[in-house]
């Protein structure tokens, strides 16, 4: 309870602390990301059976640890969000050595408390993801909750870190897998190279 | 310019929603498949040898081991260049060889090893066949080779005395011009044992002709098989997932459809069958390896018409047979079996007859990878 009550305090802070600084963007600024990282498999919850699997590898989700490259590009509609969308792919090998790919693409909206030399960044997606892996592949929904940081050494270059979790469900509409509709979770962590303007 | 952006996103998303999850072809859920992914074991197993009194035998994509169970040894490493194809352990003489066909260039060729002093001696494979060649060593040591009778195209299974290296006998396959072999077919799990077999040849016409262990025995069905088993009576399995029945062909006979999965099956499919005393319980694994077992169950003895249900089965002895390639089978005792995987190792299987088509724990339970007991 104290716990949960300091981490809201300090977000509160943090808010506070944005909303009461000195904005240094302004509608109509721009942000180009370029990102590379890796990605954790968390968790696949299925929704007939209420099963929760989760961890790394074999006869836990599957997939192991990844990898993700991607590009954004972001408009500021205010001086403290920004809005635009983001395109990426990113690979896990699952544990018989097979590939599991996911090609995001989504629109993003990202707020910003901190701004400055430093950036602090919220930000949330909602889009779709075209999924494969073996015999299966599929358009889906994808949503995303992301967070982080970036540093501008100076005016235009900055280099970040971005954390969050990714949720990907998947919704069959053949009759005969239904019951392997599923929720899947996985977590990235991404260095990040972005151009503002 | 934010009226033009979002108009896009709008857009992009909405044609986007267009394709979303046209999952259609897939054996299972893309989730399920990855949950259910077993890691390889690091043995490409191609076939179950046999068993001596002590040994099972088998053969690797890295050549022929033997295992106590808990532990293995090499017996012959692949040459490189030359890995061995096809194997048999000859447990009739004194020496137990192991009886092996590879690829020359001279052609298919069988050789006898001796475990006790390493020799490899080249087999010498007559036949009453004219410009024969051999085309396999099947997994009960006896040889297919194709060759002309009266100038026809023909075929025969010889089976070779391997300790004097002399042929014992010959059953001839001929007058086939222009059909050409569609498989060669063996009870899952009592093919290194059972001398019975069937030989499949189809033309350019889609015309097949089967027979069971000789030419007389000829099983009238116009479709290519995949496998084969007999609990009474005869059961045929097709490519395409139709089962057929018939009696146990002395003469030609007619197979009757008993049902049909939508399911395809390759050559030499995993197909074992059960018995509770009232109920046959017939085992399949499909091409597709996401896939578990498959059972048809039907009266035993039965042949009627439209008379076999089927039953997917995951879990019990098919717990751990989904994303797995069976190639090859060994009958340790009847219902209890080992099952050889392509990349996923060899697993024991244990079904219970009697709940042999249940989806749940009571059908009977597995164990390994690479846990088994021989």
């Known amino acids: 309870m104290k716990k949960s009550s300091t981490i809201l305090l300090a977000l509160l802070l943090l808010v506070a602390t944005g909303l009461g600084a000195a904005n240094h963007y302004d509608k109509g600024n721009q942000l180009f990301s370029f990102k590379v990282g890796t990605t954790f498999p968390t968790f696949t919850y299925f929704f007939t059976t209420n099963d929760v699997i989760t961890g790394i590898g074999e006869d836990k989700t599957g997939m192991l640890v990844g990898g993700y490259g991607g590009i954004s590009y972001q408009v500021f509609n205010t001086p403290y969000s920004a809005i635009g969308g983001e395109i990426g792919y990113d690979f896990n090998f699952a544990a018989d050595q097979e590939l599991f790919t996911a090609v995001p693409f989504y629109a993003k909206y990202t707020y910003l408390p901190l701004q400055g030399k430093w950036d602090i960044a919220i930000s949330s997606g909602l889009g779709f993801a075209y999924i494969k892996y073996k015999d299966a592949q599929l358009m889906t929904l994808y949503a995303n909750l992301e967070t982080g940081f970036t540093w501008f050494p100076g005016e235009h270059w900055g280099l970040g870190l971005t954390t969050g979790l990714w949720l990907i469900p998947e919704f069959n509409y053949n009759d005969a897998l239904k019951k392997d509709n599923a929720l899947a979770g996985i977590i990235p962590l991404t260095f990040s190279v972005t151009y503002r303007q | 310019m934010k009226r033009t952006v979002c108009t896009t996103i709008i857009a992009t998303l909405f044609v986007a929603l267009l394709f979303t999850a046209c999952n259609a072809d897939a054996s299972a859920g893309l989730f399920r498949q990855l949950a259910d992914a077993k890691a390889p074991v690091g043995i490409r197993y191609r076939q179950i040898i046999g068993k001596d009194a002590t040994d099972l035998y088998y053969l690797t994509d890295n050549g022929i081991y033997k295992s106590t169970g808990p532990s293995s040894t090499i017996v012959r490493e692949n040459a490189k260049g030359s890995p061995v194809l096809e194997a048999y352990l000859d447990v009739t003489g004194a020496n137990n060889y192991l009886i092996y066909l590879i690829n020359t260039n001279d052609g298919a060729m069988v050789y006898r090893y001796n475990q006790s002093n390493k020799d490899d001696d080249n087999m010498r494979v007559t036949s009453t066949l004219t410009s024969c060649k051999i085309k396999a060593l099947l997994p009960n040591g006896s040889i297919l080779v194709q060759g002309l009778s009266g100038g026809k195209n023909a075929y025969a299974v010889i089976t070779h005395d391997y300790e004097n290296d002399t042929v014992k006998s010959e059953v001839v396959f001929d007058d086939?011009?222009?059909?050409?072999?569609?498989?060669?077919?063996?009870?899952?799990?009592?093919?290194?044992?059972?001398?019975?077999?069937?030989?499949?040849?189809?033309?350019?016409?889609?015309?097949?002709?089967?027979?069971?262990?000789?030419?007389?025995?000829?099983?009238?069905?116009?479709?290519?098989?995949?496998?084969?088993?007999?609990?009474?009576?005869?059961?045929?399995?097709?490519?395409?997932?139709?089962?057929?029945?018939?009696?146990?062909?002395?003469?030609?006979?007619?197979?009757?459809?008993?049902?049909?999965?939508?399911?395809?099956?390759?050559?030499?499919?995993?197909?074992?069958?059960?018995?509770?005393?009232?109920?046959?319980?017939?085992?399949?694994?499909?091409?597709?390896?996401?896939?578990?077992?498959?059972?048809?169950?039907?009266?035993?003895?039965?042949?009627?018409?439209?008379?076999?249900?089927?039953?997917?089965i995951k879990e019990g002895y098919a717990r751990q047979m989904n994303n797995v390639s069976i190639v090859s089978a060994f009958e340790k005792t009847p219902g209890v079996i080992l099952v050889?995987?392509?990349?996923?190792?060899?697993?024991?299987?244990?079904?219970?007859a009697a709940n042999a088509n249940k989806n749940d724990t009571s059908n009977g339970s597995s164990s390994g990878p690479e846990n088994y007991t021989i």
């Open chain 2, 340 to 352: 050889a995987t392509e990349r996923n190792g060899m697993f024991d299987l244990t079904i219970n």
């Open chain 2, 176 to 312: 086939l011009d222009g059909f050409a072999l569609d498989g060669i077919l063996f009870q899952s799990g009592l093919q290194q044992v059972s001398t019975n077999f069937i030989l499949s040849f189809v033309n350019s016409s889609k015309e097949y002709k089967h027979f069971f262990n000789n030419k007389t025995n000829e099983i009238k069905l116009n479709s290519s098989l995949a496998a084969y088993t007999i609990e009474t009576k005869l059961y045929l399995l097709t490519k395409n997932g139709a089962l057929y029945g018939s009696d146990v062909p002395a003469g030609s006979t007619t197979a009757t459809s008993m049902g049909k999965n939508s399911k395809m099956y390759p050559s030499n499919a995993f197909l074992y069958a059960v018995t509770d005393g009232s109920t046959t319980h017939l085992l399949t694994k499909s091409s597709n390896s996401e896939e578990g077992i498959y059972v048809f169950s039907f009266t035993k003895g039965s042949n009627a018409a439209d008379s076999a249900s089927g039953f997917a």
